[in-house]
């Protein structure tokens, strides 16, 4: 039997090169050879967006863009999260199993407080809807980045609970964390993310994308100075080449008489490049939402028979059902 990997991705801004090679590029590879489940996050950026056409903007965006970029509706289920009313009442019953003390120790939560965000609790249970997103489909697979590690745990934690209480249920899903985990740097060298404004976005007009390449921090080296094979610079670049041609790109960081300004260039021409056919297709969605649209209703059918079949599970070993 096939595994059924899930994960989702919020659709809380444009979509970015972090986003693309961290998690969008390995759900469409997995798409191939395993029962995949990929949903957009909808009610999980209820925590941070509270304009009602920047969200309905942004989720159909996200989702046009990740078929645009491969994602095939016909081999994947594929969805918005909020479409499957099902995945909060899952979240209500497992908020009952759920110790305050395992939310208490979520560092993403700690995090976004930090940055300002209101602690209000649908913040706090974050992790419970993720855990529901997980359980209610059965996955045994959650590819994601580094930072969300905590939060599969937690889902992994709520399922032996419930388990253990009222008996086998749910799936114990794992962590999928790629080993050399590429972390995608932003334009000043942090983490590349929608929230520090330092992401190079996936699709975008041709001037604005230039610039953003254009101004990728670097050093002060001279011309004739070895450059830095840990910039940057060499790691974006190193996104698009195979491991012959990142032995070449060093080859040339090293020797003399290397301009950083001629490298943005050509990396510029090489994402450019490598988005085109993407590019097209997405025109093609854009004119044809249509297409989105009923991919995204079928997709919330196929979920909704998954997680029907969990739910009821729960209810009847939690007593709900009667009579
Ligand atoms: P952002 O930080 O832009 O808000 P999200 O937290 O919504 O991004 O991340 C969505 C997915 O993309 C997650 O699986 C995350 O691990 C991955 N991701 C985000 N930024 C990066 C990055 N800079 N490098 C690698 N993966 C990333
Ligand atoms: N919390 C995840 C993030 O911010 C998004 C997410 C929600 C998710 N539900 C999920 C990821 C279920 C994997 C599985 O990136």
Redesign the pocket.
């Known amino acids: 039997m096939k595994k059924r990997i899930l994960?989702g991705?919020?659709p809380?801004?444009e979509l970015?090169?972090?986003?693309y090679?961290?998690?969008?590029s390995r759900m469409i590879e997995y798409q191939e050879k395993n029962d995949l489940f990929c949903c957009i996050v909808n009610l999980h950026a209820l925590t941070t967006i509270d304009d009602k056409s920047i969200l309905s903007g942004n989720t159909l965006n996200a989702a046009t863009d990740f078929i645009a970029l491969g994602l095939d509706p016909k081999k994947t289920t594929f969805w918005i999260q909020g479409d499957v009313p099902q995945v909060c009442q899952s979240t209500w019953l497992f908020s009952n199993i759920t110790n305050m003390g395992l939310l208490d120790r979520s560092t993403s939560y700690k995090d976004k407080i930090a940055k300002g965000l209101k602690p209000n609790v649908g913040l706090y249970s974050y992790p419970i809807l993720m855990a529901s997103d997980i359980l209610l489909y059965g996955a045994h697979k959650v590819?994601?980045?580094?930072?969300?590690k905590q939060h599969i745990e937690i889902a992994r934690d709520i399922a032996i609970r419930f388990n253990k209480i009222y008996g086998e249920t749910f799936v114990l899903p794992e962590p999928s964390i790629e080993e050399n985990?590429?972390?995608?740097?932003?334009i000043d060298g942090n983490?590349?993310?929608?929230?520090?404004k330092n992401?190079i976005p996936i699709f975008g007009s041709e001037k604005n994308i230039r610039k953003k390449f254009m101004s990728i921090l670097t050093d002060s080296a001279d011309i004739n100075e070895p450059k830095d094979i840990d910039s940057t610079l060499f790691k974006l670049y190193s996104l698009f080449l195979n491991l012959n041609e990142i032995e070449e790109l060093k080859d040339r960081f090293l020797a003399p008489g290397m301009r950083y300004g001629d490298v943005k260039k050509e990396l510029f021409e090489k994402f450019w490049l490598h988005f085109e056919p993407f590019r097209k297709r997405r025109d093609y969605l854009s004119n044809h939402k249509d297409f989105v649209l009923s991919s995204l209703k079928e997709g919330a059918e196929k979920a909704t028979i998954v997680a029907d079949l969990y739910l009821d599970k729960m209810r009847e070993a939690m007593g709900l059902n009667y009579g």
């Open positions: 994960s991705i919020q809380s801004g970015h090169l972090g986003n090679f961290g998690m969008m590819p994601v980045g580094k930072d969300q985990n590429r972390l995608v740097p932003g983490k590349m993310s929608k929230s520090y992401f």
